[in-house]
């Protein structure tokens, strides 16, 4: 594409709005303790998991109920000044960052379960509840909240970037288990996006059109999840490869054969070394497949039976079982903390991230290729893959300090996702677009698609107050 | 609500726009016979499923690629005419009435398939091809698309629609099967809504904002959607019932205990009766569940056990079985002729259908003070449903010669969808809004929701030109 790029991947663009006294005298008189303007509160709300540095927010709201936002939203709208939600801070591509200025919303206190409808399989949520606490209060009604993306994210968050993470394969993403979203909007309206049945045709699709909008077409106050009975069986297995091509293969069978497989994890092996070093485990230092069962007994063995097979196949070892809940706990937090174990095995570092997910017979071509420029950089990595869905992550360990191996990352990084595009795939598969992916998603989308997009946006939030910047540049 | 009301139940408010002779001779030139303005021709495209009765477009332009549908569009946004799309004409709320004049666009002959990635359990289509093309295009590589909403609709108005039908409780709608789009805009652009990846969190969700939207942001030109293995082993079965109530009550413990089941039908004594005299059947004439299991052998006969231990708690009896795919086909063939069979039986009769969703707990509620209201008006009626996902379908028999029956039909209606409403559900579980819901929709989703849709509406299409005066008014 020759069209100028929306951003530079090594340094957001920053261009601060104002940001007058009298909002501020205004929410500390609206807000009294629960608004902040002490720098170390302001620069916590300035910052994610990304590698941006940005100034941070003039001011944090401390939103305690859908009328705080109200009147947060309402007030700032008044002088056109941007305003941010945050969660717990753990996104990945910068979407907190105060790049134009403005107010931070924090919704970390608005973390009540407002109602749980067991016989319905629905619960209704504040969106600064996180996945853990939340599965920890429907737990003794036999129910569970699949989506689980690693981090402990707030469900707000998780629904602004329409995040997955290892159950997708069997259960989908958020896209598919929000039911109804009530929102504030650009105006400080609140409104209603739907109800808790389990299907509608009445309208368009607002629920959808808010998940994975990245706070940038309003505030979620209250969200209807679907909730699952937790299974009746639950294994989990690791099965080892020679080769990451025989892994993904394995994977590819599964899938086309339709088995309810609920996760199906790829972790290489240089990263099982990492997470062994890190949690005192001791995998086997090969390539990997970490996968778990759901269903009746009878179900959960017939599921394996079937997959062990099909690895054998492929040259797939025996599996290793973990049934009890203990050793499923500790397996699969050593897999959300493969990040951490990576990060701390180059001390200084940062991760830079990637997140492409292809349609699954591409997913060899496109991991394959990927692994030999990674290795032929020098940059360490790590790899790990919600490979079921076809999304793999690579993190590029950089030294902030050299500017260089950022740039490398980032070409990298660029040369994995233009190969994405080109195997049908998306240049992102959870972590959203935030300020990184700008020029990807223009790429991935087409100026027509992203001008519509854009157009959705001003109509909806004329004066660019709702995290302005992220997603396209206006 | 004191508001106005968008619309007459009885007969839509037609406002019929010029269509200019220059419009009319731009078509005909650039499309020559796949361009006609006979009476019968435009009448054809100018009725639907619903009751209404409106004058028919002034011209069909027979749409062979995306080129044609982005001139037509372009030609007619010229001249700020309606475009209505077309694609057999199955729906049931007045969709494809031009009650604002226009042009109707007929898509029934790109019917092809443009791909299958059976890897992918993907494939690509064009609009108007007919779900049982489809699936009978798919079979010989051990596929199918589930969603089945009894007509052999088009893929393009199943979209439009956000159709489901009697598989969403297992398999979801077409909310959740559609992967991406290609579309053509109000100003006759063609853009993409995503890619053949599972799943993505690449910017707003442009595919689910078009899904559903009745033709009023967009004609669809491709489709991609999820394929899905066919089932190893299928089983139907007939399972009767001393009341609803009780048949209701299964339905709610099946869904609560997670069994996968693949359909889960209701049709009440009366139906089953209109059922038998059409289809020739001699099913037993109770209240029944109708159910189908997909799975491995074992995984049908586990929860055909569990379902069945259910079932006989709440006094059902021993079930029937259909494992033949022809002893299955003739029983859902004769659940889908429902509606053919209750309109038979009184002849000249006119169906006014009802299409509300509750939550599952709420089903008995909803369905049952329903029934008690439709007995007592004497119409009348049948009912079937897909209650798994608690939607359910009455149709009310009607003269249409008689506009008091026509008055009452929609005063029952009424009731039942505010009951439903009250109950926590939806006016449209699949059927969409329409001529005939728009009242439904504000009381549901609330002006400030309807606010936002038009705001959309009017951002993507500022002449209000694709398919005008549908789900709201502007």
Redesign the interface.
């Known amino acids: 594409m020759n069209a100028p790029a929306d951003h530079d991947h090594l340094a957001p663009a920053v261009q601060l709005r104002e940001v007058p006294d009298a909002l501020i005298g205004a929410l500390q008189t609206r807000f009294g303790t629960q608004c902040s303007t002490a720098l170390a509160v302001r620069e916590q709300h300035g910052r994610d998991e990304s590698i941006f540095d940005v100034p941070p927010p003039a001011a944090v709201v401390f939103a305690e109920s859908t009328q705080d936002v109200a009147d947060a939203v309402t007030l700032a709208a008044r002088h056109k000044v941007p305003v941010i939600p945050f969660g717990v801070g753990s996104s990945l591509e910068g979407h907190l960052l105060a790049i134009q200025g403005g107010i931070s919303i924090d919704v970390s206190r608005m973390n009540q379960i407002l109602s749980v409808?067991?016989?319905?399989?629905?619960v209704t949520v504040q969106p600064g509840i996180t996945r853990k606490a939340l599965n920890e209060a429907v737990k003794h009604e036999g129910l569970f909240f699949p989506i689980d993306p690693g981090a402990d994210a707030s469900i707000g968050g998780m629904c602004a970037?329409?995040?997955?993470g290892t159950n997708?394969v069997r259960y989908?993403?958020m896209?598919?288990n929000v039911l109804a979203l009530e929102v504030v909007?650009a105006r400080g309206?609140?409104?209603?996006?739907?109800?808790?049945?389990?299907?509608?045709?009445?309208?368009?699709?607002?629920t959808?059109?808010m998940?994975?909008?990245e706070g940038t077409?309003g505030v979620m106050t209250e969200i209807t999840l679907r909730l699952?009975?937790l299974?009746e069986a639950i294994s989990a297995a690791i099965c080892s490869f020679p080769t990451i091509e025989a892994a993904v293969r394995t994977v590819?069978q599964i899938?086309?054969?339709?088995v309810?497989i609920a996760r199906c994890e790829l972790i290489d092996a240089n990263t099982v070394r990492l997470v062994n070093a890190h949690s005192k485990l001791s995998l086997r230092e090969q390539h990997m497949l970490l996968m778990e069962f759901h269903g009746?007994p009878?179900?959960v063995q017939?599921q394996a039976e079937t997959v062990q097979d099909i690895a054998r196949e492929f040259g797939g070892n025996d599996f290793e079982w973990a049934t009890t809940p203990e050793e499923r706990t500790r397996l699969w937090t050593a897999r959300h903390h493969a990040y951490f174990a990576a990060v701390q095995s180059r001390p200084g570092c940062r991760a830079i991230s990637t997140?492409t997910?292809?349609?699954?017979?591409r997913l060899a071509d496109a991991l394959l290729d990927s692994v030999a420029e990674a290795d032929a950089s020098g940059i360490p990595y790590f790899l790990v893959g919600h490979v079921g869905?076809?999304?793999f992550h690579f993190g590029y360990l950089i030294d902030p300090d050299k500017p260089e191996e950022h740039r490398l990352a980032e070409q990298l990084n660029h040369q994995l996702v233009h190969r994405s595009?080109r195997l049908?795939?998306?240049?992102?598969?959870?972590?959203?677009?935030g300020l990184h992916?700008m020029d990807?998603?223009r790429a991935?989308?087409?100026d027509?698609?992203?001008a519509?997009?854009r157009?959705?946006k001003?109509?909806?939030d004329p004066d660019n107050i709702l995290n302005p910047g992220k997603?396209?540049t206006l």
């Open positions: 409808n067991a016989e319905d399989l629905t970037t329409r995040a997955s997708a989908g993403t896209r598919d909007t309206e609140v409104i209603r996006t739907g109800t808790r049945a389990r299907k509608s045709s009445a309208g368009y699709d607002l959808r059109l998940v994975g909008s077409l699952y009975p299974p590819i899938i086309q054969l339709g309810p009746s009878a179900s017939e997140d997910c292809v349609p699954i017979s869905d076809g999304n595009l049908g795939g998306t240049c992102t598969g959870e972590h959203g677009i992916k990807f998603l991935e989308a087409g027509g698609a992203v519509m997009m157009t959705i001003r109509a909806l997603i396209f």
